[in-house]
T-cell receptor, first 115, second 111 residues
Framework: DSGVTQTPKHLITATGQRVTLRCSPR?????VYWYQQSLDQGLQFLIQ???????AKGNILERFSAQQFPDLHSELNLSSLELGDSALYFC??????????????FGPGTRLTVT | DAKTTQPPSMDCAEGRAANLPCNHS???????VYWYRQIHSQGPQYIIH???NNETNEMASLIITEDRKSSTLILPHATLRDTAVYYC????????????FGKGTRLSVIA
């Protein structure tokens, strides 16, 4: 158990809909990362937040957005869903202050199926 | 971040050492080598990282060549539960950056 939690585990929805994925980082971790894993693209970085602020952006579509709340949990919002958005979505966290360690710990993922 | 090259797949007999190679010939002086693995659609799991010295923890050993252009992850006594995709990633020392995953090596441990 990495200490990172993600909900829901599975999500099935229709094209054109909007969904929200939730992530709770490990206790004390300030950074949250979102990754997408599809069969043809592998694991790809989407976006990073650090202590509530956006830190880095990867290959995130304009239809996708994220935020990190004061309690450090994060949500990834996916809208106008398309069949190609079907994938595993992972959240990871890192950096408890003062520890000088930067390895990332991943949650179990949310499997999104768009029909 | 420097690019890495790994063999797409490897087999290892259960109980034997698994040696997974990684080439990172363009690595910079301030970049670490990290290893992660992913067991069948689970979240990737951190294994080990190093700069230039060999490292060992409860999961594995990491051997980095003197010129730092390649490294080897060693699982000393592979078990069936070590069957996974192993990713070698190079990233800057500050570390609070996203991971860039390649295709990794699919290790199959065979009974």
């Amino acid at each position: 158990d990495s200490g990172v939690t993600q909900t829901p585990k599975h999500l099935i929805t229709a094209t054109g809909q909007r969904v929200t994925l939730r992530c709770s980082p490990r206790s004390g971790d300030l950074s949250v990362y979102w990754y997408q894993q599809s069969l043809d693209q592998g694991l790809q970085f989407l976006i990073q937040y650090y202590n509530g602020e956006e830190r880095a952006k990867g290959n995130i579509l304009e239809r996708f957005s994220a935020q990190q709340f004061p309690d450090l949990h994060s949500e990834l919002n996916l809208s106008s869903l398309e069949l190609g958005d079907s994938a595993l979505y992972f959240c990871a966290s890192s950096v408890a202050p003062g520890q000088g360690r930067f390895e990332q710990y991943f949650g179990p993922g949310t499997r999104l199926t768009v029909t | 971040d420097a690019k890495t090259t790994q063999p797409p797949s490897m087999d290892c007999a259960e109980g034997r050492a698994a040696n997974l190679p990684c080439n990172h010939s363009t690595i910079s002086g301030n970049e670490y080598v990290y290893w992660y693995r992913q067991i069948h659609s689970q979240g990737p799991q951190y294994i080990i990282h190093g700069l230039k010295n060999n490292e060992t923890n409860e999961m594995a050993s990491l051997i980095i060549t003197e010129d730092r252009k390649s490294s080897t992850l060693i699982l000393p006594h592979a078990t069936l539960r070590d069957t996974a995709v192993y990713y070698c990633i190079v990233r800057v020392a500050t570390g609070n950056t996203p991971l860039v995953f390649g295709k990794g090596t699919r290790l199959s441990v065979i009974a």
